[in-house]
């Protein structure tokens, strides 16, 4: 596959027609990893790509790939969401392009807003890392009762629930714009991914 017919773009009206693909895919990538996620409703997608606030990648005229963005407590906060890669195009750095172009959106729509993304992909986690992300307790993200009522999808609800909304099997992770970008260390993701799992066996007990 040549990369130079994968288009990463940000979403426009035009592209609304691939909502139920969009969810169909990232539920299933979540079953296949064995990974809870919130799962959305075609509308609930639609509405992000006519809102301007989602990326697609196309081959062509396939939807290959989609991330969206989220603002909570008046644009005080984003996050960014929903990233998926069609499985036969993976291991194309694929992925890290549509992160990179949701990070910018973010930034274009709210560019004084902090970014926050909560996810137990070790891959995601290096990705944020290298863009700024900081790992962050989940006290210093929103505090959004929406945003936590998003969760309710996810098969790890009740351990989010269990401890008050203080910890889950996800990773936090932030980029505040006024702390500026500091060098992080490159094993960072590493251990933020050897705690999720030793937390996974425990359950948090």
Not at 170 to 176: A, F, I, V
Request: proline content about 4%; aromatic content about 12%; hydrophobic content about 40%.
């Amino acid at each position: 596959m040549n990369n130079d017919q994968i288009k990463v773009m940000f979403a426009t009206d035009d592209h609304v027609k691939y909502a139920e693909q969009i969810v169909n895919l990232i539920y299933e990538s979540a079953l296949q990893r064995g990974t809870g996620i919130a799962r959305r409703s075609p509308e609930y997608i639609a509405k992000k790509i006519s809102g301007g606030k989602a990326v697609v990648a196309l081959c062509d005229d396939r939807l290959i790939g989609f991330s969206y963005i989220e603002s909570w407590e008046h644009g005080d906060y984003v996050a960014t969401s929903g990233l998926i890669v069609d499985p036969e195009f993976r291991r194309l750095g694929l992925a890290a392009r549509i992160k990179a172009k949701t990070f910018e959106l973010a930034r274009m729509r709210f560019p004084y807003a902090k970014i926050f993304s909560i996810t137990t992909s070790l891959p995601v986690m290096k990705m944020n890392t290298k863009m700024g992300y900081m790992p962050v307790t989940f006290s210093e993200i929103t505090a959004d009762d929406e945003f936590w009522e998003g969760c309710k999808g996810c098969v790890n609800y009740d351990i989010l629930e269990r401890n008050n909304r203080r910890m889950c099997l996800c990773t936090g992770m932030l980029y505040d714009p006024k702390a500026g970008l500091t060098r992080p260390s490159k094993f960072r993701p590493y251990w933020m991914w050897i705690k999720n799992k030793v937390a996974k066996l425990l359950h948090l007990k």
